[in-house]
C-alpha cells in the first residue's frame, strides 16, 4: 500500500492507507519521533452500542470503539473508514509551516448503513481526531501535551476549546490523543499536530496556533517574565477609602503586582452569598469610573492590579436564587415528581430511585422544582421513592405547588462553604456573569484568578476551560497573565500562572510548602508553565524565616506567591518589617533575574537559604541553618560567609535582651554598617532585641572573631527564668559558654541552672555563639 506523507517546512508525518501511524521525522536532524510498532490507528469513531442492525445483532451492546482501518487523500482532505461500521468521515488537513491540524469536517453515510432506523446518522458518540505514538522523552507536560527534550518537541493540542486532549501511557511511548464529543462538538472540532527542535522552541509553534485560531494567547503571556513572575500583595475590601494605607504595605514589602479580591469592586455578604449579583460596592456611587480612579491611583504607584473572582458560584442571598430560583442553576441530577406537591407537604416522591443522591452534609440536601428550593432530610430507596423531613421555601425562596410530572432535581451546592452554588454550563447563564465581572476587569484591572473553577457541570475536561474562556472574552484588553483554582487542556492559554496554593499555617508552613508548590513546580515546568507558590497568610505568628524558606524555593523554581493583606496582624505581629524585608529582596532579586541557575539549583535542596546584603550593598545568598532546641519563641540561624562564622536570630514576642559572655566581638546593624549599642553587665554584654527588628536594620550577625583553642561546634541559648535551661563552660578546655537544655557535653543541670542563676539573674532571651572545641 501506498504511504500517505503529509509534511511542512519542519517534519513529515507518514500515515498508511489502513490508517496505521508510520512515522514522524524531523527534517532538521532527520530523527525518528514516533514509536512505529504500536499500529495505532490516526482516526477511530466510538459509539455507545453498535447500531446497524445485523452489527448490533453479531457483537457485544456496549460502548465500542471502531479503529480507522482504511484512508484516503485528496485535496486536502483525508476520507477514512471503519472497522466493522459502515460509515465514513472527512477530516480537512491545514499543512501550516510550523504544525499540521486536523478538523473533523463531516461524516459520509451510504443509503443502507442505516436503513429503517429512525434516528439521527451516524450514532457517534466520539471521533478521534488524532492520535500519534510519541517516543518517551525526558519531559511529558501533561497540560500542554507534549513530550519533549533538548533535541526535540511533539505536541497535539486543540484548536479550540471542544477537544479533549489526553494520552496513553505505553512502555517506553505515550500516545497522544485528541477526541470530539457528541455533547460538545462534532463537526467542526480540530487538534493541531507540532513537532520541532527541543526546549522551549515548540513555543513558537504552539505561538501559530494560537494566532491562526485566535486562542488566547498563552505563549506571548508566558515570556513576558517581568510581570508574570512577579509576586503579589492579595487584598479583599480594597476602597477609595483605604487604598492608599494598602499602596503603602504593598510597597513596603516589595511587591509590584496587587491582586484584589472581588469584594473590592462588588458587594458582598457571609462567603460568596451574593456571587452572580455583582452590585458595585456604595463606595463607586454605581459608577464604575470611581473604580477606574482608585485602580489608576494603585498603578500610578508602579503597581499592578489584578482581579480575583468566583465565575461559576452563584450566591444563595444572590437574586438568581432568592425569591424565585433560577432554572439556570445546575442540577447534579434530574427527578420527576410522582405525586402533586402541595405547600404544606414535607415529603416529596418521585419517580427515579434517589440511592446515590448527597446525604452527609445538610447544606447539600437541597432540591429545587421550579422557583422553589427545597432541604430534605433523607430518603427511601424503595418504591414509593421518598425525599423526607423537607424544609420547604429554603434560601428565602417562595414556597409554592408543584404539579406531577414537574421535572426538577438536586441542587449543585458548592463544596468549599454553606454560602454559593454552581450554575449549569449548558446555558447562557455563565456568559452573563461574564459580562458583569468584566464590567470590573475593564475598569483597568491587567490581570485575573479564576477561582472556583473546578465548580462546573461534566464533562470537566470541557467546561472548566470553557467556563474561563466564556469569561475571558469579555476582558479588554486581554489580561497579561492568568491564575485559576483549576485547569484543564485549553486552561494552558489562558492560565499562563497556573494555579496558586491555599493557606498553610506558621507550624505546617515548610512541610506544606515542600509537600505542594515544590512538588508541583517541576511539572510546571514541563508544560513550560510557573505556578503560584500560594497565598500566605499574614499570621500574628508568621515569622521572617518561614517567609525566607517560601521565597528561596520559590525562586529556585522561578515562582512567584501571593501574600494575603492582614492590616490587624501587620501591627500585631512583632516581625512584620523583618518579614516584609523578606519579601522585598527577594521581590528585588526576581525582578533583576540575579539568581543564577547554579544557585537555583542548590536552592533544590533541603538546606535553608538566607538572601543577604553584603558590606557593599551587593546581595549575598548563603545556607543556613536552623539552631535546635531553643526556647519557645526563640528562633536562631547560623551561617557563614567570607570564611567567618555569623548567628542570626529573633525572638517572636516582646521585646527582650540578650546576654553575651564575650568581650571582644562585633555587633552590626547591617554587613559592615554601623555598630549597635552594647551595655556591659556582670562581666557580659547586653543587647536589645526590639520587636521592630529588621534584616538590614537590626537582625543581628555575630562574627566569631575570638574563638577558644579547640575545635567542636557549640551553639548555645538561654532564657530568662523560670525555665531551667543551663549555663556552664566546656569541659575539655574550659571555654565561657551558655547554653541550653540540649547539653553537648555531660553536666549536672541543677548545678548548671543554679550557675546560670547567680551569674544572670536578667538575662533577656537568647545568646548564641560558635565555639569550636575539639574535646572527644
Given at each position: 500500500?501506498?504511504?500517505?506523507?503529509?509534511?511542512?517546512d519542519?517534519?513529515?508525518l507518514?500515515?498508511?492507507?489502513?490508517?496505521?501511524?508510520?512515522?514522524?521525522?524531523?527534517?532538521?536532524?532527520?530523527?525518528?519521533?514516533?514509536?512505529?510498532?504500536?499500529?495505532?490507528?490516526?482516526?477511530?469513531?466510538?459509539?455507545?452500542?453498535?447500531?446497524?442492525?445485523?452489527?448490533?445483532?453479531?457483537?457485544?451492546?456496549?460502548?465500542?470503539?471502531?479503529?480507522?482501518?482504511?484512508?484516503?487523500y485528496?485535496?486536502g482532505?483525508?476520507?477514512?473508514?471503519?472497522?466493522?461500521?459502515?460509515?465514513?468521515?472527512?477530516?480537512?488537513?491545514k499543512?501550516?509551516?510550523?504544525?499540521?491540524?486536523?478538523?473533523?469536517?463531516?461524516?459520509?453515510?451510504?443509503?443502507?448503513d442505516?436503513?429503517?432506523?429512525?434516528?439521527?446518522?451516524?450514532?457517534?458518540?466520539?471521533?478521534?481526531?488524532?492520535a500519534?505514538?510519541?517516543?518517551?522523552?525526558?519531559?511529558?507536560g501533561?497540560?500542554?501535551?507534549?513530550?519533549?527534550?533538548d533535541?526535540?518537541?511533539?505536541?497535539?493540542?486543540?484548536?479550540?476549546?471542544?477537544?479533549?486532549?489526553?494520552?496513553?501511557?505505553?512502555?517506553?511511548?505515550?500516545?497522544?490523543?485528541?477526541?470530539?464529543?457528541?455533547?460538545?462538538?462534532?463537526?467542526?472540532?480540530?487538534?493541531?499536530?507540532?513537532?520541532?527542535?527541543?526546549?522551549?522552541?515548540?513555543?513558537?509553534?504552539?505561538?501559530?496556533v494560537e494566532?491562526?485560531?485566535?486562542?488566547?494567547?498563552?505563549?506571548?503571556?508566558?515570556?513576558?517574565?517581568?510581570?508574570?513572575?512577579?509576586?503579589?500583595?492579595?487584598?479583599?475590601?480594597?476602597?477609595?477609602?483605604?487604598?492608599?494605607?494598602?499602596?503603602?504595605?504593598?510597597?513596603?514589602?516589595?511587591?509590584?503586582?496587587?491582586?484584589?479580591?472581588?469584594?473590592?469592586?462588588f458587594?458582598?455578604?457571609?462567603?460568596?452569598?451574593?456571587?452572580g449579583?455583582?452590585?458595585?460596592?456604595?463606595?463607586?456611587?454605581?459608577?464604575?469610573?470611581?473604580?477606574?480612579?482608585?485602580?489608576?491611583?494603585?498603578?500610578?504607584?508602579?503597581?499592578?492590579?489584578?482581579?480575583?473572582?468566583?465565575?461559576?458560584?452563584?450566591?444563595?442571598?444572590?437574586?438568581?436564587?432568592?425569591?424565585v430560583?433560577d432554572?439556570?442553576?445546575?442540577?447534579?441530577?434530574?427527578?420527576t415528581?410522582a405525586?402533586?406537591?402541595?405547600?404544606?407537604?414535607?415529603?416529596?416522591?418521585?419517580?427515579?430511585?434517589?440511592?446515590?443522591?448527597?446525604?452527609?452534609?445538610?447544606?447539600?440536601r437541597?432540591?429545587?422544582?421550579?422557583?422553589?428550593?427545597?432541604?430534605?432530610?433523607?430518603?427511601?430507596?424503595?418504591p414509593?421513592?421518598?425525599?423526607?423531613?423537607?424544609?420547604?421555601?429554603?434560601?428565602?425562596?417562595?414556597?409554592?405547588?408543584?404539579?406531577?410530572?414537574?421535572?426538577?432535581?438536586?441542587?449543585?451546592?458548592?463544596?468549599?462553604?454553606?454560602?454559593?452554588?454552581?450554575?449549569?454550563?449548558?446555558?447562557?447563564?455563565?456568559?452573563?456573569?461574564?459580562?458583569?465581572?468584566?464590567k470590573?476587569?475593564?475598569?483597568?484591572?491587567?490581570?485575573?484568578?479564576?477561582?472556583?473553577?473546578?465548580?462546573?457541570?461534566?464533562?470537566?475536561?470541557?467546561?472548566?476551560?470553557?467556563?474561563?474562556?466564556?469569561?475571558?472574552?469579555h476582558?479588554?484588553p486581554a489580561?497579561?497573565?492568568?491564575?485559576?483554582?483549576?485547569?484543564?487542556?485549553?486552561?494552558?492559554?489562558?492560565?499562563?500562572?497556573?494555579?496558586a496554593?491555599?493557606?498553610?499555617?506558621?507550624?505546617?508552613?515548610?512541610?506544606?510548602?515542600?509537600?505542594?508548590?515544590?512538588?508541583?513546580?517541576?511539572?510546571?515546568?514541563?508544560?513550560?508553565?510557573?505556578?503560584n507558590?500560594?497565598?500566605w497568610?499574614?499570621?500574628?505568628?508568621?515569622?521572617?524565616?518561614?517567609?525566607?524558606?517560601?521565597?528561596?524555593?520559590?525562586?529556585?523554581?522561578?515562582?512567584?506567591?501571593s501574600?494575603?493583606?492582614?492590616?490587624?496582624?501587620?501591627?500585631?505581629?512583632?516581625?512584620?518589617?523583618?518579614?516584609?524585608?523578606?519579601?522585598?529582596?527577594?521581590?528585588?532579586?526576581?525582578?533583576?533575574?540575579?539568581?543564577?541557575?547554579?544557585?537555583?539549583?542548590?536552592?533544590h535542596?533541603?538546606?535553608?537559604?538566607?538572601?543577604?546584603?553584603?558590606?557593599?550593598?551587593?546581595?549575598?545568598l548563603v545556607?543556613?541553618?536552623?539552631?535546635?532546641?531553643?526556647?519557645?519563641g526563640l528562633?536562631?540561624?547560623?551561617?557563614?560567609?567570607?570564611?567567618?562564622?555569623?548567628?542570626?536570630?529573633?525572638?517572636?514576642?516582646?521585646?527582650?535582651?540578650?546576654?553575651?559572655?564575650?568581650?571582644?566581638?562585633?555587633?552590626?546593624?547591617?554587613?559592615g554598617?554601623?555598630k549597635?549599642?552594647?551595655?556591659?553587665?556582670?562581666?557580659?554584654?547586653?543587647?536589645?532585641?526590639?520587636?521592630?527588628i529588621?534584616?538590614?536594620?537590626?537582625?543581628?550577625?555575630?562574627?566569631?572573631?575570638?574563638?577558644?583553642?579547640c575545635?567542636?561546634?557549640?551553639?548555645?541559648c538561654?532564657?530568662?527564668?523560670?525555665?531551667?535551661?543551663?549555663?556552664?563552660?566546656?569541659?575539655?578546655?574550659?571555654?565561657?559558654?551558655?547554653?541550653?537544655?540540649r547539653?553537648?557535653?555531660?553536666?549536672?543541670?541543677?548545678?548548671?541552672?543554679?550557675?546560670?542563676?547567680?551569674?544572670?539573674?536578667?538575662?533577656?532571651?537568647?545568646?548564641?555563639?560558635?565555639?569550636?572545641?575539639?574535646?572527644?
Amino acid at each position: 500500500m501506498k504511504p500517505i506523507c503529509l509534511e511542512n517546512d519542519i517534519f513529515r508525518l507518514t500515515v498508511g492507507e489502513d490508517c496505521l501511524v508510520k512515522s514522524l521525522i524531523l527534517k532538521e536532524t532527520g530523527e525518528e519521533l514516533l514509536v512505529t510498532d504500536t499500529e495505532t490507528s490516526l482516526f477511530s469513531v466510538t459509539q455507545e452500542r453498535p447500531y446497524n442492525n445485523e452489527i448490533k445483532l453479531i457483537h457485544m451492546n456496549k460502548q465500542t470503539t471502531f479503529e480507522g482501518n482504511r484512508l484516503s487523500y485528496a485535496d486536502g482532505k483525508l476520507t477514512v473508514g471503519f472497522d466493522i461500521t459502515p460509515f465514513e468521515a472527512v477530516v480537512d488537513v491545514k499543512i501550516a509551516k510550523t504544525y499540521i491540524a486536523f478538523t473533523l469536517e463531516r461524516f459520509i453515510v451510504h443509503p443502507d448503513d442505516y436503513k429503517g432506523l429512525l434516528m439521527d446518522t451516524p450514532p457517534v458518540l466520539s471521533f478521534r481526531i488524532g492520535a500519534i505514538p510519541v517516543k518517551t522523552r525526558k519531559n511529558f507536560g501533561e497540560w500542554l501535551n507534549v513530550m519533549w527534550d533538548d533535541d526535540a518537541a511533539v505536541c497535539l493540542l486543540a484548536t479550540s476549546p471542544h477537544a479533549e486532549i489526553d494520552s496513553e501511557k505505553g512502555r517506553g511511548y505515550r500516545i497522544l490523543t485528541a477526541d470530539a464529543h457528541r455533547d460538545i462538538l462534532l463537526e467542526g472540532c480540530g487538534c493541531a499536530l507540532i513537532a520541532s527542535e527541543g526546549g522551549d522552541k515548540v513555543l513558537d509553534a504552539v505561538e501559530d496556533v494560537e494566532i491562526d485560531y485566535d486562542l488566547p494567547r498563552g505563549v506571548e503571556s508566558r515570556r513576558n517574565r517581568t510581570k508574570i513572575n512577579a509576586s503579589m500583595y492579595w487584598a479583599h475590601g480594597v476602597t477609595p477609602e483605604n487604598v492608599d494605607k494598602h499602596i503603602e504595605y504593598a510597597k513596603r514589602a516589595g511587591f509590584r503586582m496587587m491582586l484584589l479580591y472581588y469584594s473590592s469592586c462588588f458587594k458582598s455578604s457571609g462567603g460568596w452569598a451574593l456571587n452572580g449579583d455583582y452590585d458595585l460596592r456604595d463606595e463607586y456611587e454605581g459608577d464604575f469610573e470611581n473604580l477606574r480612579k482608585m485602580l489608576d491611583k494603585i498603578k500610578a504607584a508602579g503597581i499592578t492590579p489584578g482581579l480575583h473572582f468566583l465565575h461559576t458560584h452563584i450566591g444563595i442571598k444572590s437574586r438568581y436564587v432568592t425569591p424565585v430560583a433560577d432554572h439556570r442553576l445546575h442540577l447534579k441530577r434530574h427527578l420527576t415528581l410522582a405525586a402533586p406537591l402541595g405547600t404544606d407537604d414535607t415529603e416529596i416522591v418521585v419517580a427515579q430511585n434517589p440511592r446515590g443522591c448527597p446525604l452527609d452534609f445538610p447544606f447539600c440536601r437541597h432540591l429545587q422544582f421550579g422557583g422553589e428550593i427545597i432541604s430534605y432530610e433523607g430518603y427511601t430507596t424503595e418504591p414509593p421513592y421518598t425525599f423526607t423531613g423537607c424544609k420547604r421555601g429554603a434560601f428565602d425562596t417562595n414556597i409554592l405547588p408543584h404539579e406531577k410530572g414537574q421535572i426538577g432535581g438536586v441542587l449543585d451546592m458548592g463544596e468549599f462553604g454553606p454560602t454559593s452554588l454552581y450554575l449549569d454550563q449548558n446555558t447562557d447563564l455563565m456568559d452573563e456573569i461574564g459580562a458583569k465581572i468584566a464590567k470590573a476587569y475593564n475598569s483597568g484591572f491587567e490581570f485575573v484568578y479564576f477561582d472556583g473553577s473546578e465548580g462546573t457541570n461534566a464533562p470537566f475536561a470541557f467546561h472548566i476551560a470553557n467556563a474561563q474562556h466564556r469569561v475571558y472574552k469579555h476582558f479588554s484588553p486581554a489580561p497579561l497573565f492568568c491564575e485559576g483554582a483549576a485547569k484543564t487542556h485549553f486552561s494552558w492559554h489562558m492560565l499562563s500562572g497556573a494555579n496558586a496554593f491555599d493557606v498553610f499555617r506558621t507550624d505546617v508552613f515548610k512541610k506544606m510548602i515542600d509537600a505542594h508548590p515544590v512538588h508541583e513546580a517541576p511539572l510546571m515546568q514541563r508544560n513550560f508553565t510557573r505556578l503560584n507558590f500560594g497565598w500566605w497568610a499574614f499570621f500574628e505568628d508568621t515569622r521572617p524565616d518561614v517567609y525566607e524558606y517560601g521565597m528561596s524555593r520559590a525562586a529556585s523554581w522561578d515562582c512567584p506567591m501571593s501574600m494575603q493583606c492582614n492590616f490587624v496582624n501587620f501591627e500585631k505581629n512583632p516581625r512584620t518589617d523583618d518579614i516584609f524585608e523578606v519579601t522585598r529582596r527577594w521581590e528585588d532579586v526576581r525582578e533583576k533575574d540575579w539568581l543564577t541557575e547554579e544557585q537555583k539549583e542548590m536552592m533544590h535542596s533541603d538546606t535553608e537559604h538566607i538572601l543577604l546584603v553584603g558590606e557593599e550593598g551587593e546581595y549575598e545568598l548563603v545556607p543556613y541553618f536552623a539552631v535546635d532546641g531553643t526556647p519557645e519563641g526563640l528562633y536562631a540561624y547560623t551561617f557563614t560567609r567570607k570564611d567567618k562564622n555569623y548567628a542570626v536570630y529573633w525572638f517572636q514576642g516582646e521585646d527582650k535582651e540578650i546576654a553575651l559572655p564575650l568581650a571582644d566581638f562585633v555587633c552590626e546593624e547591617a554587613l559592615g554598617g554601623d555598630k549597635t549599642p552594647v551595655k556591659a553587665e556582670n562581666g557580659k554584654s547586653i543587647l536589645p532585641a526590639s520587636h521592630r527588628i529588621s534584616f538590614d536594620r537590626r537582625r543581628y550577625g555575630y562574627p566569631a572573631r575570638r574563638l577558644p583553642p579547640c575545635g567542636d561546634p557549640l551553639i548555645s541559648c538561654i532564657v530568662k527564668p523560670p525555665q531551667a535551661h543551663a549555663w556552664g563552660g566546656c569541659f575539655y578546655c574550659g571555654y565561657l559558654g551558655v547554653r541550653g537544655i540540649r547539653f553537648l557535653h555531660e553536666m549536672c543541670a541543677e548545678e548548671a541552672h543554679k550557675k546560670a542563676s547567680e551569674r544572670s539573674p536578667r538575662l533577656g532571651v537568647i545568646l548564641l555563639q560558635f565555639h569550636q572545641c575539639s574535646g572527644q
